[in-house]
């Protein structure tokens, strides 16, 4: 019991800690995203990207609430390099559920968080970052924000 009381403490606590970030909703989109928010990103009060350093891991999370119902959601995490070319975060954790509430219900608003790994061989650099997060049917939750990887 004490563990838990104990997680669920350190998760409140980095939810206080993180910077809410400015971010842009996907022109079709199935989910209303109220707050993204990254920890460290100092930058967010200027409304610059983060500067995400490499082989730290930058914990992320956003409130959003579904306009469907899901027993799972499948999350992706992409570069948008152009207009027509995104390339995927292959180390992301598919299963959106395992950190946020499953089955999802239309209407209620709810938090996903996570630790994105950032590996050194990533190179030094602005992005623009896409999240999805599709159900079966494929309704999604999706929108942008931008990053700077630096040393």
Known sequence: ????????????????????????????????????RVEPCPQAESHAACNIRRRKPANMSFDFTPRFDADTLEASLNWVKSNDQELPLISMEKDACKYTKCPVKSGEKQTYQVDIPIESKFPLNYYTIKWNFQAPNGKHCCFTHDIKLVR
């Open 1 to 36: 019991m004490f563990a838990v009381k104990s997680i669920i403490l350190m998760t409140l606590l980095a939810l206080a800690l993180a910077e809410v970030i400015d971010f842009k909703t996907c022109d079709t989109n199935d989910c209303d995203i109220h707050e993204v």
